[in-house]
């Protein structure tokens, strides 16, 4: 068990990290449980917490469907879109305004042409997407991100 800015989260991985933000899976009898923490080193918070949206200051999130969440920043950009059923499916806007979707579950994700057949990558990201599209497997969780982990 670990607590993420002080809520528990059992048997997680992070299979997905996109503009400064991280994708957090947990598997639950009932299905996918699906957070995502936006990364700001001083003060993270989080956009969704285990399938539900929070009052984040610092994004805009529409949940007029059960299970999807459309995601914009402060701007009105789209940042991405996530639906959660099955497997999470999360469709990402990058920077020329175009969309990269990103299949994920337990055991498996696949994002643009990757396919992967593991989300757990030593407690660190699965794969990183950048702004431009770009998709790389492994990344690291960054350390004043990791000291609100317990």
């Known amino acids: 068990m670990t607590l993420i800015l002080g809520y528990q989260f059992e048997e997680y991985s992070i ?6 933000r991280y994708f957090i899976l947990e598997s639950a009898p009932d299905g996918l449980k699906v957070s995502v923490l936006l990364d700001l080193e001083e003060a993270p918070v989080f956009d969704i917490l285990k399938n539900e949206p929070v009052g984040s200051p610092h994004s805009n999130i529409v949940n007029s469907v059960p299970g999807v969440f459309a995601v914009k920043d402060n701007t009105g950009r789209p940042v991405y879109q996530l639906q959660i059923g099955a497997e999470a499916r999360a469709a990402l806007t990058l920077e020329d305004g175009s969309e ?8 498996k994700i696949q994002a643009g042409k990757l396919e992967a057949d593991n989300t757990k990558f030593g407690g660190g990201v699965g794969v990183k997407v950048s ?9 690291y969780l960054p350390y004043h991100l990791l000291k609100w982990f317990e």
Request: no cysteine; glycine share 22%; net charge negative.
């Open 15 to 20: 299979p997905l990290s996109f503009a400064n």
């Open 100 to 107: 990269l979707e990103v299949r994920f579950s337990g055991d």
């Open 131 to 139: 702004p431009g599209g770009t998709v790389g497997i492994g990344n």
